[in-house]
């Protein structure tokens, strides 16, 4: 009886402390690379994503990064200034990318992405709320089955407070050691919501429900280490392009997970014996 009891405690006690959210960015990039039926999505979005990012970054660290390196010297510590220079330019560059690109041109196929994932992993039925899914179960593509979007669908809404909070953020980077992590924590905060847009909109959330929901203690602290490793990745020169497609299919991953542990808890909680007065 107590062996039982003993793993039974270990399980409750690693539910209640530790998330796995920060892995699903990265189990996104998995996903993609081994599900053949994403591979479209990407090639028609590859080329003109790449170049853009390549060339926004190529022009920052060409002419801002040395300037901006002297002047970080004057204050920090031997070899800092390099550091920390370079995720100034990083971040500049991917503020310009989702200014210029990310909110008109991907925001459609990261939908898609999304949508598809649900679909293959046996969540159409929250699909068939926003889109069509077609019936057809001998289509193991799950792109060909969902139809068009329905109007205002949306991965990540454009957000003028979070382009106004990474403008203020990015000073963080002169500070020596500290300023990077912080700078990352801080708009991973603001992301991890915004990357589970469309998980709310085929729950049919309102605004006061989605707020709620992001809110709660463990939620708020999962959505911080999704959109953290997030933010990371989108500082990767030229692959954060690409990144912005796999983080669709590892949001999309970590609303399973989500579902999941949802219906395992109502299961719980019904296994729960009634309560009565008896002594």
Known sequence: MAQNKAPSTLKRFAKANFSPAFLYP????????????????????????????????????LTAYLPLVAFLALFHYSGSAWVNG?????????????????ALFVDGTQVDIFDAVMVAEGYEHLVKDRRPVADNIDESDPVKRIGPREKGATFAPFS????????????LNFVPFA?????????????????????FQLKGFDKKRRNLYIKTKKRRFEYLWFGTVY????????LSMLFLL?????????????????AQ???????????TDDA
């Not at 979005?45 to 970054?57: E, F, H, Q």
């Not at 708009?187 to 998980?199: D, E, F, K, S, V």
């Not at 808890?265 to 309560?275: A, D, I, K, S």
């Open 26 to 61: 990265l189990k996104g990039i998995w996903y993609f690379a081994t599900h053949r039926y994403l591979h479209p999505l990407l090639r028609s979005r590859l080329l003109p994503l790449t170049l853009l990012s390549t060339c926004i970054l190529a022009i920052l660290f």
């Open 231 to 238: 933010m990371v990745l989108q500082l990767i020169p030229v």
């Open 265 to 275: 808890t109502t299961e719980e909680e019904g296994m729960l014996p009634e309560y």
């Open 160 to 171: 003028f407070r979070q382009i106004i909070e990474l403008i203020l953020l990015l000073p």
């Open 86 to 102: 370079t995720f100034f330019i990083l971040g500049i560059g991917t503020l310009l990318t989702s200014m210029l690109f990310e």
């Open 179 to 199: 300023g990077v992590p912080l700078f990352l924590l801080l708009t991973g905060y603001r992301a991890g919501p915004l990357l589970n847009w469309r998980y």
């Open 246 to 262: 796999t983080s669709a299919a590892g949001s999309a991953l970590w609303s399973v997970h989500v579902e999941q542990e949802s």
